[in-house]
């Protein structure tokens, strides 16, 4: 944990300034307590987890980095293992998902398509019960993104009918909003969807997952 914890710290250091303006010795610390956190922590890992939410959000951002500061691709390894093992994980549940929704498959996202959120369970979304056209009552995670739609005559969301599902986190409760951020899928059973678009905006600009 303090390893993960760490990484935190060396990665405050350089946002704001973008992804390129990291200073030399925060991107090895920064590295080295990422590589560290996953080597420690893989004997003891439950079933289903691959590395700590903290590892996994920052691999991205050194494996972009890994690209001209090849000297990552050694220090790395076993981080980079561990968010392999996570991306397979993550297709995987997918798969399963896509299967068991497959008659359902509007019924776990946000037909709003900037939204982004999904839910493992059908009951976490809502559907208007208005007077609004049959067609524009698909699952919403909320008023903001069904209001456009919600009147007689308006155009419908419009739906990407290949995406079923975002798999769920290994620790996420049932009941809980998803969004995917970078690498990994962000889950919670407490928030409101529109904060967690905030910590994905905040976390975007930032660079994190550049």
Same mark, same amino acid.
């Given at each position: 944990? &303090?390893?993960?914890?760490?990484?935190?710290?060396?990665v405050?250091h350089?946002?704001?300034?973008?992804?390129?303006?990291?200073?030399?010795?925060? @991107?090895? &610390?920064?590295?080295?307590?990422?590589?560290?956190?996953?080597?420690?922590?893989?004997?003891?890992?439950?079933?289903?987890? !691959?590395?700590?939410?903290?590892? @996994?959000?920052?691999?991205?951002?050194?494996e972009n980095?890994?690209?001209?500061?090849?000297? @990552?691709?050694?220090?790395?390894?076993?981080?980079?293992?561990a968010?392999?093992?996570?991306?397979?994980?993550?297709?995987t549940?997918?798969e399963?998902?896509?299967?068991?929704r497959?008659?359902?498959?509007?019924r776990?996202?946000?037909?709003?398509?900037?939204?982004?959120? *999904? !839910?493992d369970?059908?009951?976490?979304?809502?559907?208007?019960?208005?007077?609004?056209?049959?067609?524009?009552?698909?699952?919403?995670?909320?008023?903001?993104?069904?209001?456009?739609?919600?009147?007689?005559? !308006?155009?419908?969301?419009?739906?990407?009918?290949?995406?079923?599902?975002?798999?769920?986190?290994?620790?996420?409760?049932?009941?809980?909003?998803? @969004?995917?951020? *970078?690498?990994?899928?962000?889950?919670?059973?407490?928030?409101?969807?529109?904060?967690?678009k905030?910590?994905?905006?905040?976390?975007?600009?930032?660079?994190?997952?550049?």
């Amino acid at each position: 944990m &303090a390893h993960a914890m760490l990484i935190i710290w060396h990665v405050q250091h350089f946002r704001g300034q973008g992804a390129s303006a990291i200073v030399a010795r925060y @991107l090895f &610390a920064g590295a080295y307590h990422t590589n560290e956190s996953a080597r420690i922590i893989r004997p003891i890992l439950p079933k289903g987890s !691959a590395a700590a939410p903290e590892v @996994l959000i920052t691999i991205p951002m050194l494996e972009n980095f890994s690209k001209t500061t090849l000297e @990552l691709n050694y220090l790395c390894k076993d981080a980079f293992r561990a968010y392999e093992d996570r991306q397979e994980q993550m297709r995987t549940e997918q798969e399963k998902m896509e299967i068991k929704r497959m008659d359902r498959p509007l019924r776990y996202r946000c037909a709003n398509l900037v939204c982004g959120i *999904g !839910a493992d369970t059908g009951r976490v979304l809502q559907r208007c019960n208005g007077a609004c056209d049959d067609d524009k009552k698909p699952s919403y995670c909320g008023k903001a993104c069904h209001k456009p739609f919600c009147k007689a005559g !308006a155009p419908c969301s419009v739906i990407d009918t290949e995406f079923t599902t975002i798999p769920a986190g290994r620790a996420a409760p049932s009941g809980s909003i998803q @969004l995917p951020m *970078g690498g990994i899928t962000f889950s919670s059973s407490t928030m409101s969807p529109e904060f967690m678009k905030e910590i994905k905006e905040h976390m975007d600009d930032s660079g994190v997952f550049r």
